[in-house]
């Protein structure tokens, strides 16, 4: 028989942040439900602050709900095996949720929620990493790190020798700019309207960058000129329709390889010349990294950081306590940060 410990059994009262509405977060005491079948209740000790988060809260993600515990990048331990952003993930599986507070119920972000001194989860969804990994540095394998680099090394398999463009150089622009380099890319050119990104991305791997700022005509045709005929393989970690169409004109029009990361509003539609894609240009999305199979990989991955493959420790610009998780997001609006690990 095997002994389980009662406090399993108990609900936990702890500190979460909650989004009562759209707009900002309020730090209260939430109470956290036991997990129920086939779920885990997991203790978070740092997480990291994604702008995945501040989409939601602008009131712009598909299918949530308020009021609602967000925290989605980067927590440690544990990982989604899926997100069908099609599907609602504001409740569990079963369709309750294990926060409330102050009577009432709460919902969850994607089955994740870790912005919570204590969250539940699927249990399939957890992932067991090396005891000797630092959590409040790997904590960003959970999203934001293994979003861009995975895009570069699964969805667009970049070769080496090959040549890429990174349009946006925040946390999952860099992470495709080390996904390019361990790929073996021997040029990598960054793309961005805040110059201050550009010596990161240059420490990291990035040859070249650029502003679109500082050019007469559009950025895809002084990716052509730089180029000769397009790069082999472009990325928009940005989320603007405009510069995703920008991303895709700029790879090479026979061969090139477009990957679109960043997220655009809930509902926004997108049109382009049809010609982009008639030449023989390829478009593709990728979501978490595309095709980590993630229990097997975030171990993988976490086991790589330990061995220096990468440096991913240059993503994180600011350390703060969980309660100071509103001046987190001011950082991010105000372009300051690159990532924000919170400590709980
Ligand atoms: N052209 C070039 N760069 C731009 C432009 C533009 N028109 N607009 C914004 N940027 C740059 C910003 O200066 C910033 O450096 O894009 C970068 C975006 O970085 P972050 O805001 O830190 O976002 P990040 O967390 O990297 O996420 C990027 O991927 O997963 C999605 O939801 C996420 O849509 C978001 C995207």
């Given amino acids: 028989m095997q002994c389980v410990p009662l406090a399993c059994f108990q609900v936990i009262r702890c500190r979460a942040a909650v989004a ?95 912005f919570a001194e204590y969250t539940v989860v699927p249990e399939y969804t957890v992932a067991k990493i090396d005891a000797a990994a630092p959590l409040d540095k790997v904590c960003l394998f959970g999203c934001g790190f293994s979003t861009g680099y995975g895009a570069a090394i699964n969805t667009a398999k970049v070769k080496p020798g090959s040549t890429c463009a990174v349009f946006g150089l925040g946390g999952i622009g860099l992470s495709v700019v080390m996904g390019c380099k361990a790929a073996g890319a021997s040029r990598i050119i960054g793309v961005d309207i805040n ?73 926004s539609e997108i049109s382009i010349d049809p010609t982009l894609l008639l030449t023989g240009r390829t478009w593709k999305g990728t979501v978490l990294g595309g095709s980590w199979k993630t229990r097997e990989c975030i171990p993988k991955l976490v086991s790589s ?29 105000a372009g300051k940060s690159i990532r924000t690990v919170l400590l709980f």
């Fill in 20 to 114: 009562w509405a759209p707009g900002k977060l309020s730090v209260e005491e939430v109470e956290v439900a036991p997990p129920k079948a086939g779920e885990v209740r997991i203790k978070l000790v740092a997480t990291g602050i994604c702008r995945t988060d501040e989409h939601l809260l602008q009131g712009c993600f598909p299918n949530a709900e308020f009021p609602v515990i967000p925290g989605i990048s980067s927590h440690t331990g544990m990982w989604r095996m899926q997100l069908l952003i099609s599907e609602p993930q504001h409740l569990l599986p079963d369709k309750t949720t294990r926060f409330s507070c102050k009577g009432k119920q709460i919902h969850h972000f994607l089955w994740v929620s870790t």
């Fill in 305 to 333: 950081y330990l061995e220096k493959k990468f440096n991913s420790d240059l993503l994180i610009t600011h350390t703060l306590p969980f309660a100071k998780v509103n001046e987190g997001f001011e950082l991010l609006r």
């Fill in 195 to 267: 110059k201050d990104k550009f010596a990161k991305a240059k420490e990291l791997g990035a040859t070249d960058c650029i502003n679109p700022r500082d050019f007469q005509k559009p950025i895809q045709e002084v990716l052509t000129e730089m180029t000769g005929q397009g790069v082999d393989y472009s990325f928009e970690a940005i989320g603007h329709k405009d510069t995703m169409i920008a991303a895709l004109a700029s790879c090479n029009m026979s061969t090139g390889v477009c990957v679109m990361i960043g997220e655009l509003d809930s509902g």
